[in-house]
């Protein structure tokens, strides 16, 4: 089974997460941030991932280190739940429409984390949550699940469907590379034999 459970608590944030990648899409996300909620159901419903995430945050301060933290404890959870990567498609992509809003979003499970996100926003937040963070929770997923990601929000006009869009590719793209391939016949799909 390819799944990880994921305790994260630091001073500013206390987060549990279970991740099982060959799931359907079943979620119970909570993380004081509704937002957020919202943005995560989509990665895992369009990702076909089974994710139970609850945070306690310090809200009181702002939203930052509870999208940052959970970004991180996600990004954990993938990389643990791959394991070695040994028969996964490794990569995948996924353009995505919400309305007037088109989203790009490119993974490569390589085991070598980068991340480039290019997006314009119109408001300084969207449901309380600075969009700032939007490209800093892309950016620490891909650090802790060792994961080269591109995101690219290529027009729009509101930055809801922006962001919706944006983590709805993130789910799909995910999902794609995280597949299993039977082709590989469990094999580390790398030139070099392995993905570290």
Same mark, same amino acid.
């Given at each position: 089974?390819?799944?990880?459970?994921?305790?994260?608590? /630091?001073? %500013? /944030?206390?987060?549990?997460?279970?991740?099982? !990648?060959?799931?359907?899409? #079943?979620?119970?996300?909570?993380?004081?941030?509704?937002?957020?909620?919202?943005?995560?159901?989509?990665?895992?419903?369009?990702? !076909?991932?089974?994710?139970?995430?609850?945070?306690?945050?310090?809200?009181? @301060?702002? /939203?930052? $280190?509870?999208?940052?933290?959970?970004?991180?404890?996600?990004?954990?959870?993938?990389?643990?739940?791959?394991?070695?990567?040994?028969?996964?498609?490794?990569?995948?992509?996924?353009?995505?429409?919400?309305?007037?809003?088109?989203?790009?979003?490119?993974?490569?499970?390589?085991?070598?984390?980068?991340?480039?996100?290019?997006? %314009?926003?119109?408001?300084?937040?969207?449901?309380?949550?600075?969009?700032?963070?939007?490209?800093?929770? !892309?950016?620490?997923?891909?650090?802790?699940? *060792?994961?080269?990601? $591109?995101? *690219? @929000?290529?027009?729009?006009?509101?930055?809801?469907? #922006?962001? %919706?869009?944006?983590?709805?590719?993130?789910?799909?793209?995910?999902?794609?590379?995280?597949?299993?391939?039977? *082709? *590989?016949?469990?094999?580390?799909?790398?030139?070099?034999?392995?993905?570290?």
């Amino acid at each position: 089974m390819r799944t990880a459970e994921i305790h994260h608590k /630091t001073n %500013e /944030t206390d987060i549990r997460l279970s991740l099982k !990648l060959d799931g359907s899409g #079943q979620h119970e996300i909570s993380t004081g941030v509704g937002f957020l909620d919202h943005l995560l159901s989509h990665v895992a419903v369009h990702g !076909l991932f089974d994710l139970q995430l609850d945070a306690v945050g310090d809200l009181h @301060v702002d /939203t930052h $280190h509870t999208v940052e933290d959970c970004a991180l404890a996600l990004g954990r959870a993938f990389d643990q739940a791959l394991g070695e990567r040994k028969g996964i498609a490794r990569m995948g992509s996924a353009y995505v429409p919400m309305d007037e809003a088109l989203a790009l979003v490119v993974a490569d499970l390589s085991g070598r984390p980068y991340a480039v996100i290019q997006a %314009e926003w119109h408001t300084p937040s969207v449901g309380g949550v600075a969009t700032s963070l939007f490209p800093h929770f !892309l950016e620490s997923l891909a650090a802790a699940a *060792r994961c080269n990601l $591109h995101a *690219r @929000v290529l027009y729009g006009r509101d930055d809801h469907h #922006q962001a %919706e869009a944006l983590f709805k590719a993130l789910g799909r793209a995910l999902g794609a590379a995280a597949q299993l391939d039977p *082709r *590989r016949a469990g094999a580390v799909p790398s030139t070099k034999g392995t993905l570290v």
